[in-house]
């Protein structure tokens, strides 16, 4: 009996074993790979507003959930997804993100060009529990800190 058992501690050595070289070794998982090289984009979340600095950050959070696992897949594409629909919104109504700071330019927005906006700005301000989720996990599955 000693035999069986020997040999379930010899595969599960293996598998530690291989499993430290991996992780060790820069072999790190295409998930942590990922949110590593879009860290520059997911760092500055929100600090660009401009389309292009939004269509990064589309990109950035959908690339992350392609490669993010199950517990957290949906939360990166919700992230995708509400980032997607300000810009959707904004080419909707005409006018370019950057141009929201121009209270002029916004002052002649109609109320159904308002209310266009302001939904898709509410489901972007909804996010925060999606938010959460993707920083605390990218923090305990790949040490990757995200501000």
């Not at 860290?39 to 992350?64: C, E, I, Q």
């Not at 923090?139 to 800190?145: G, S, Y």
Request: net charge positive; hydrophobic share 40%.
């Amino acid at each position: 009996m000693t035999r069986p058992r020997a040999k379930h501690v010899a595969t599960a050595a293996a598998a530690a074993l291989t499993t430290l070289l991996l992780t060790g070794c820069g072999g790190q998982s295409p998930y942590c790979s990922v949110i590593e090289k879009n860290a520059d984009a997911l760092n500055s979340f929100g600090k660009t507003r401009t389309d292009a600095g939004y269509a990064a950050y589309a990109k950035a959070f959908r690339t992350v959930s392609k490669e993010a696992p199950s517990s957290v897949r949906k939360d990166w594409a919700a992230l995708a997804d509400v980032t997607d629909g300000v810009l959707a919104a904004q080419k909707k109504v005409g006018l370019p993100l950057e141009d929201m700071k121009d209270k002029a330019v916004v002052a002649k927005l109609d109320e159904s060009q308002l209310s266009t906006l302001n939904d898709a700005y509410e489901k972007f301000n909804d996010t925060s529990a999606q938010r959460t989720a993707v920083v605390k996990n990218a923090k305990t599955e790949c040490e990757i800190t995200l501000k």
